[in-house]
């Protein structure tokens, strides 16, 4: 299993970056994907997640009407456009492949390693 993230970089606040994640190794098509961002020497949040065929998502408060999550399945891609960026956006982003295995605790079993993102004021 690899999940590979691309797309960050620096950018002015108000401004727009779209993330990608390439995944491989296993069945892209039948596992809900998130993206989750870190500040160094904060916890992680669950910024959006996309269910296995596309239907249905959902959005962390602090990203809702700005950012958008997606899915190529046919491409083995996870995408998140992000618009209207503010310096507090500014994190770690890690796609992360939803843990199905029965009775797990874990929400995630499977992590990329990750695109910085940078808002400048």
């Known amino acids: 299993v690899h999940l590979k993230e691309s797309g960050g970089g620096v950018v002015q606040a108000g401004g727009s970056l779209r993330l990608s994640c390439t995944v491989s190794?296993?069945?892209?098509?039948?596992?809900?994907m998130s993206w989750v961002r870190q500040v160094l020497g904060e916890g992680r949040e669950r910024v959006s997640t996309i269910n296995a065929d596309g239907s249905s998502s959902y959005y962390a408060d602090s990203v809702k009407g700005r950012f958008t999550i997606s899915r190529d399945n046919a491409k083995n891609t996870l995408y998140l456009q992000m618009n209207s960026l503010q310096p507090n956006d500014t994190a770690l982003y890690y796609c992360?492949?939803?843990?199905?295995?029965?009775?797990?605790?874990?929400?995630?079993?499977?992590w990329g390693q990750g695109t910085q993102v940078t808002v400048s004021a």
């Open positions: 190794g296993f069945t892209f098509s039948k596992y809900g």
């Open positions: 992360a492949r939803r843990d199905l295995r029965p009775g797990t605790p874990f929400e995630f079993d499977f």
